[in-house]
């Protein structure tokens, strides 16, 4: 099962990132994804990395090395996203998580 995210076009791009980021914070990090290693990375690690940069993109322009490491993080995330198909939940979590990180580096 897979969700969909959807913004009002009006909505600026500051604003997307800033309403599904606070949508997102009401999600519970998934159960079955502590101790979970998928693709090499460890789950809670990398959606720390990752959430951390957003966080930090919503209080301005990101340095060099948060945008790498957004562009590290998406990877990751595009590689363990196969290994997550048989988990809906963490499968639609880092989805999301992908999402707000791709925003966050357009930013």
Same mark, same amino acid.
């Given at each position: ?6 913004v009002r076009?009006?909505?600026t ?5 800033? !309403? ?11 159960q079955?994804?502590?101790r979970?290693?998928a ?11 990752? #959430?951390?940069?957003?966080?930090? #993109?919503? !209080? ?11 562009? !590290?993080?998406? $990877?990751?995330?595009?590689g ?9 939940? $963490?499968?639609?979590?880092f !989805?999301?998580?992908? #999402?707000?990180?791709?925003? #966050?580096?357009?930013?």
């Amino acid at each position: 099962m897979r969700s969909c995210i959807i913004v009002r076009m009006s909505d600026t791009h500051d604003d997307q990132l800033a !309403t599904l980021w606070q949508d997102f914070l009401d999600l519970p990090f998934p159960q079955s994804c502590y101790r979970r290693s998928a693709a090499g990375e460890d789950l809670v690690l990398l959606e720390s990395h990752l #959430a951390g940069c957003v966080s930090a #993109a919503l !209080t301005g322009p990101l340095d060099q090395r948060r945008r790498e490491a957004l562009r !590290t993080g998406m $990877a990751s995330v595009d590689g363990l996203l196969p290994e997550l198909a048989d988990d809906p939940s $963490a499968a639609d979590y880092f !989805t999301r998580l992908r #999402a707000l990180a791709e925003l #966050a580096a357009a930013r």
